[in-house]
């Protein structure tokens, strides 16, 4: 993290970089090398306490982060906030869309014309206005498709997916000016959905930070429905962090209704990589997923202080203890008996080595007569636990579904569950082990 004092005499900058068990600090006058120091501490949370009352005590002495307080970057095009404002408030509206093409075209802004074009799409489709819709599209030349996608909806962006295929491992490469371009854009004043793979692969949490300060300027982020971070194929979990990013998330996108976190630690020779979500606090949030594989116990604990009012549905990964993962049941009890999110109505504890002992608490919690789907899947569960979730049913009084997908149970017991529960998904049950028959695993163990 980079802070600036820009105040009379004072022309000064601060940087700090946690890594794991310590920070490198980094002082002095703006266009200098400045000074340099290390802190160590016994534990990363230790590590992690100081950094951020550091930081805390250089935003009171007037630092901030270059930009910040400054006006919004210039924008592409011709901008009405009230046109946009609408647009957010009512965006199954095509009236609104419609209004803001009138505008824009009579500010001979292209997007304009590609709002009309989808709309008359959407009611009649032709070859002349598909043909069009292409032309437009590719004229506004928003994001290369070897840097990600876009969806759009009536000639606005809906969906973004960044995805660096064109060289993630490549050090020099800055999404800045990609991000203030595509971010500050007309196009994007609606977007709801914001999904984000890998950028740089050994500076993703700078990317991040970089795409969380951009995207807080502009007022549609606000508006932003849906965000995915960690949105990945074919890269093992241990590999990949996002690193700290719960009070980002929080200030740049408030208004969110689902947010999938999809991180581990990251270990590699030259150091170690946290995954941290605390601070988390999302008025609007209904659904909240976090993928991984070294769920913890201080992980936990930052999700039970979370500010999550409105939660209906929460599903977690834990992992396995190879990586980390020190939390058992006991460590589930704020959920259990209700306290930490009391709304809940989809539930998913999934990819866990203690799924038998989850499966055995849940029927006696609080939280299993409200619950009308239940997630168990990537787990150890097997026959020998069949007696407990065959009799704990009962207790299950709103539950549509059960999700017993990727564990270890045999024919005749996936027949005992189905004639328990109303509705099983238990498609792809995982096979023993040759070499030790009696050995489970969970489906995403690193």
Not at 221 to 246: C, E, F, P, W
Request: aromatic content about 8%; overall charge neutral.
């Amino acid at each position: 993290m980079r802070l600036e004092l820009k105040d009379g005499t004072s022309n000064k900058f601060w940087e700090a970089e946690l890594t794991r068990t310590w920070f490198d600090v980094r002082w002095g006058r703006i266009g200098s090398d400045g000074q340099k120091k290390r802190q160590r501490f016994p534990t990363a949370y230790e590590a992690r306490q100081a950094y951020e009352k550091l930081v805390a005590e250089k935003r009171k002495k007037g630092y901030r982060e270059p930009g910040k307080g400054a006006p919004p970057p210039s924008l592409s095009g011709p901008r009405d906030e009230k046109l946009e404002t609408a647009l957010r408030a009512r965006p199954d509206d095509q009236a609104e869309y419609l209004v803001f093409s009138d505008f824009l075209q009579g500010a001979g802004e292209p997007i304009g014309e590609l709002i009309a074009v989808q709309v008359a799409l959407a009611k009649k489709k032709t070859p002349v206005l598909a043909k069009r819709e292409k032309v437009l599209i590719k004229s506004l030349a928003l994001l290369d498709a070897d840097l990600g996608a876009l969806t759009f909806r009536w000639g606005l962006l809906d969906s973004v997916k960044l995805e660096n295929s064109r060289d993630w491992m490549d050090e020099q490469f800055d999404v800045r000016p990609v991000l203030e371009k595509l971010f500050g854009s007309p196009a994007c004043v609606a977007l709801r959905e914001l999904k984000v793979g890998v950028i740089r692969w050994d500076h993703q949490e700078k990317d991040l930070e970089a795409l969380f300060a951009l995207a807080g300027r502009h007022a549609w982020a606000k508006s932003l429905q849906r965000l995915h971070l960690g949105d990945l194929d074919n890269v093992d979990m241990a590999h990949h962090s996002i690193g700290t990013v719960g009070r980002p998330i929080s200030a740049a996108f408030p208004g969110l209704r689902s947010l999938v976190l999809h991180s581990s630690e990251k270990s590699w020779a030259g150091g170690h990589r946290t995954f941290d979500f605390s601070g988390l606090a999302l008025p609007e949030l209904r659904h909240l997923v976090i993928e991984t594989c070294s769920m913890n116990k201080r992980r936990l604990k930052e999700l039970w202080a979370a500010k999550l009012p409105k939660l209906e549905g929460l599903t977690l990964w834990f992992g396995s203890d190879e990586h980390g993962v020190d939390c058992g049941v006991d460590e589930l009890a704020p959920l259990l008996e209700g306290k930490a999110f009391p709304h809940l109505r989809h539930l998913g504890l999934a990819n866990a080595e203690f799924e038998p002992e989850i499966a055995a608490a849940l029927p006696s919690s609080k939280l299993a007569p409200q619950l009308e789907s239940l997630d168990l899947s990537m787990g150890t569960l097997d026959d020998s636990h069949l007696e407990r979730l065959v009799d704990g049913a009962k207790a299950f009084k709103k539950l549509k579904t059960l999700d017993v997908r990727e564990n270890f149970f045999s024919k005749k017991g996936l027949a005992a569950l189905e004639k328990a529960y109303a509705s099983v998904d238990a498609k792809d049950q995982k096979a023993p082990w040759e070499d030790d028959p009696a050995y489970r695993y969970v489906s995403v163990g690193e």
